[in-house]
């Protein structure tokens, strides 16, 4: 009688779960498409070799948030890269893989990404097609192999169905996986925030914003360039090295001592939601980066030369700066359901 009755409970349950179309309605991916905004540079990376389609851009949006991809079906790439933080980790110095092991580096905004010549702090990736395996095969991510995924991916239904959409048979390769999430993740746009709006003159900035983007324009725009808030290039800005984790930067990619402590540029876009801040993620508040820029650099071989004798701001000033940078805050992109998890 018993295992009977469990069955009937776990049919009732997994129907249940099946039909709750409220929950997670099915949203079509429409309106992608590649989108180079006004008075935009060209991007890095275009979809000539992976052309862009609706069916596989829901099959990349799908693997981004499918927990098969680690090794204990526990983790996706969704649980460090958030939405509602510009697809960084809210609230998290480090991000807790499987096993609840802990990494050493903070997790990124993900936005515009196909401006990005490379990827992570030091740029030890530099394509964003063969991106997926770092986090994948990390031992403290996800530490899953790239067989075992592509075992596991194609042996449900589910992918099956939404390989055949999106490539016109079932087949489960690597490559195919890792073209349908750059697809995904080269999409994620974000260009409507105020700054944008006023940009197009269709919002004014308050005199607090425009005081705070006067004084950037001075003292930050040289290395977080508009419009994309970064020069993607790799500077040492001045942060003591973590005693612990002693985090060599871009040397541990070129081996180059001159590249010591040198981190890419992160974009400053949306910046109000993506903290913890810095590579390491060691400080929790803008005005904490305000002030690490007027009180606490570290001075250094590699130090960037604009930054010798840091940057002066005065108390106010750093309010109308952090008053601009949350004109970087653009609510379309955190809400948009196109980026969001759902059934495909
Ligand atoms: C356990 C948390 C975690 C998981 C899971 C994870 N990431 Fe990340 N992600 C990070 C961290 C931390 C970094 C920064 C790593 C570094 O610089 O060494 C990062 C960096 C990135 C970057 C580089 C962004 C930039 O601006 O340079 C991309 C792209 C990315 N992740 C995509 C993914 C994808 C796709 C997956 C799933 C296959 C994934 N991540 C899974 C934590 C995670
Ligand atoms: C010399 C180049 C340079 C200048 C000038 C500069 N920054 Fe930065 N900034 C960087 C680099 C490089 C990082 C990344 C450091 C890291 O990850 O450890 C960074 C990180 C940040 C971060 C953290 C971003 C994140 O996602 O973690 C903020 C906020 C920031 N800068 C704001 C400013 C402001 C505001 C100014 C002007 C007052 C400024 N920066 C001036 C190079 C610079």
Redesign the pocket.
């Known amino acids: 009688m018993k295992p009977l009755f469990l069955i009937i409970l776990l049919a009732v349950f997994s129907t249940s779960c099946k039909v709750d179309p409220e929950i997670k309605p099915e949203l079509p991916a429409e309106g992608i498409s590649e989108v180079i905004p006004e008075g935009w540079p060209q991007p890095y990376y275009r979809f000539t070799e992976n052309v862009l389609t609706t069916d596989r851009f829901k099959l990349g949006r799908a693997l981004?948030y499918e927990p098969m991809?680690?090794a204990d079906n526990t983790?996706?790439?969704g649980?460090?890269?958030q939405q509602f933080a510009a697809f960084a980790?809210s609230a998290h110095q480090?991000?807790?893989?499987v096993d609840g092991r802990l990494?050493t580096?903070?997790?990124?905004?993900?936005q515009n990404?196909a401006w990005?010549p490379?990827?992570?702090?030091?740029g030890?990736?530099n394509h964003?097609e063969v991106?997926?395996p770092a986090?994948?095969t990390n031992t403290?991510?996800?530490a899953e192999t790239l067989p075992n995924v592509v075992l596991k991916i194609g042996s449900s239904a589910k992918y099956q169905a939404l390989f055949r959409k999106a490539y016109g048979d079932d087949t489960v390769t690597t490559q195919r996986m890792f073209k349908a999430?750059a697809q995904f993740?080269g999409t994620m746009y974000s260009y409507n925030s105020k700054y944008d709006q006023v940009k197009h003159g269709t919002a004014s900035f308050t005199a607090s914003e425009q005081s705070g983007y006067s004084l950037f324009v001075q003292k930050c725009a040289s290395c977080h360039q508009e419009p994309l808030f970064s020069d993607y290039k790799f500077r040492n800005n001045g942060l003591a090295v973590n005693p612990t984790i002693r985090d060599s930067g871009r040397t541990h990619i070129t081996r180059d001592l001159a590249d010591l402590y040198k981190f890419?540029t992160?974009s400053l876009r949306n910046i109000e939601l993506s903290g913890p801040y810095m590579?390491d993620g060691r400080y929790m508040t803008l005005m904490d980066c305000l002030n690490h820029y007027t009180n606490s650099i570290t001075p250094g071989a590699t130090l960037d030369p604009s930054l010798s004798t840091g940057i002066q701001m005065s108390t106010q000033e750093k309010t109308d700066i952090i008053a601009f940078l949350k004109t970087l805050t653009d609510p379309q992109f955190l809400t948009d359901k196109r980026y969001s998890e759902i059934t495909p």
């Open positions: 981004f991809f680690s983790v996706s790439c649980s460090c890269h980790h480090f991000s807790h893989g990494g580096r903070n997790a990124p905004a993900l990404l990005n490379s990827f992570m702090h030091d030890g990736v964003i991106f997926p986090p994948i403290l991510e996800m999430i993740m890419k992160p590579h």
